[in-house]
């Protein structure tokens, strides 16, 4: 049986080997649709007016790849319901919506954004510590208040250049960070799982430590149940009351509650965040804070950086049902 509203435009039989499952449409497919996939048959689970557990079983009981974006839980239980995977396409450069272990497990492969969004995520970061230290958003509302033509002076900002920054994940967006604030005569160090032996960056095997020969912390890792909540009290009073700390990981690296905590209480000097703990919700204390940037989890978006991610995503699939290497596979099984 079909469901043709929510197959793709092809016809079944000739690109049966070619499926693809699509179980919520990534945000690629919300700007530029779904035809730099015309070479496979989208199975557009969203599409069907059936419940996805039936859907997957009447349709995707011999599907092999699946296409998802970052937010999309993939777990044991809806790994059930699609026994023949064999590969898994995330636009997300997380992973955290993805049940490693059971992945692994099941020897299903997985192909990541890769370094698509890098230079943007880098520059997001580098744009939110910038404007914490300067205080260009604040300097905005001032303006737009009407204050400057008043007795209220608004207040000086803080020099990037010569801040010591510990980066904590020193992956492919943290090396571009780097790079950015490097340019910027900052002082760069930085923690990671392992020492990189190609930069000769100060390397901290300890955040605590890191944060407390730092001005600034930039989080740049992805979310582990190692690096949950890892940004706590400790950390950030180690960091000091003249530290910022900017966030373009995950929310939850960073222990929310300490983070308000810390920045109610003066302990810090400031944050710059694109992610939160639980998206969409922003903690209430942080809106009236003008030491705080806020900003609704899009360091990876551009037009650009989405186009590319098409590209990226094709590359992958074709690879993979060319029996090729994939383009930036997690982990091969
Ligand atoms: O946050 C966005 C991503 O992981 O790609």
């Not at 048959?41 to 599409?47: G, R």
């Not at 937010?71 to 239980?77: E, Q, V």
Request: glycine share 6%.
């Amino acid at each position: 049986m079909t469901t043709p509203n929510c197959l793709g435009n092809h016809d079944h039989q000739s690109k049966e080997l070619s499926q693809v499952l699509v179980l919520e449409p990534p945000p690629i497919m919300k700007l530029h649709g779904d035809q730099f996939l015309n070479d496979f048959q989208l199975l557009k689970a969203w599409e069907s007016p059936l419940p996805l557990d039936q859907f997957l079983s009447i349709h995707a009981q011999s599907v092999k790849a699946l296409l998802t974006p970052g937010r999309y839980p993939l777990t044991k239980n809806i790994l059930q319901l699609i026994p023949s995977l064999q590969l898994v396409v995330t636009t997300s450069a997380g992973l955290n919506h993805i049940d490693l272990p059971e992945f692994q497990r099941r020897g299903i492969a997985i192909a990541s954004a890769g370094d698509v969004y890098s230079e943007d995520v880098a520059d997001m970061a580098v744009g939110l510590l910038i404007d914490v230290l300067r205080k260009i958003s604040a300097a905005d509302r001032y303006v737009r208040k009407g204050l400057w033509d008043t007795k209220a002076e608004f207040p000086l900002g803080s020099k990037l250049c010569s801040k010591r920054v510990g980066i904590v994940g020193l992956g492919s967006i943290g090396q571009e960070v780097a790079k950015r604030l490097q340019a910027f005569g900052c002082r760069i160090m930085y923690t990671s799982r392992n020492k990189k032996p190609f930069v000769s960056y100060p390397y901290y095997s300890n955040v605590l430590e890191l944060a407390a020969d730092s001005d600034v912390l930039i989080i740049c890792c992805g979310l582990t149940e190692q690096t949950r909540h890892m940004i706590n009290k400790d950390v950030m009073l180690a960091l000091g009351k003249e530290g910022v700390v900017i966030n373009i990981g995950r929310g939850a690296i960073i222990d929310e509650k300490e983070l308000v905590q810390c920045l109610v209480q003066r302990e810090l000097a400031g944050a710059g965040l694109d992610v939160f703990e639980n998206e969409p919700h922003v903690p209430r204390e942080l809106l009236t804070m003008d030491n705080v940037v806020l900003s609704p989890h899009r360091a990876v978006r551009t037009p650009e950086s989405l186009t590319a991610m098409c590209e990226h995503v094709k590359g992958n699939l074709e690879a993979f049902f060319s029996n090729k290497p994939l383009l930036s596979p997690v982990m091969n099984i």
